[in-house]
């Protein structure tokens, strides 16, 4: 049962380390994105890697890959919410600028 434990263990502290070390990488993506990329692009070139780090962490941390469907309807739900937040608060900034 040790030897299983150990194995199990090991892969687990690979998976953490794999995944840590790709967060690394697409952080040096970003930050070299956001000195070097062209002005327009660079906005998007950043979300983009953002949003490719949070799909990381969600599926490999938070392990939404094997989570049960009320879990993961738990997780949508929280980004329907947080999509919801933006907008509203986009809304509000935006109706700020046109009357100035």
Not at 5 to 20: E, H, N, Q, Y
Not at 40 to 48: E, K, N, Q, S
Request: charge should be positive; hydrophobic fraction near 65%.
């Amino acid at each position: 049962m040790s030897a299983r434990l150990g194995k199990s263990t090991r892969a687990i502290w690979l998976r953490g380390l794999a995944v840590w070390a790709l967060l690394l990488a697409l952080l040096g993506g970003s930050l070299l994105s956001a000195t070097l990329a062209p002005a327009p692009w660079a906005t998007a070139l950043v979300f983009g890697i953002a949003a490719t780090q949070a799909g990381l962490v969600a599926l490999l941390f938070m392990r939404l890959d094997r989570a049960d469907t009320l879990v993961r309807l738990a997780a949508a739900c929280g980004l329907f919410w947080l999509a919801i937040l933006f907008a509203l608060t986009l809304t509000d900034t935006l109706s700020r600028i046109a009357n100035i």
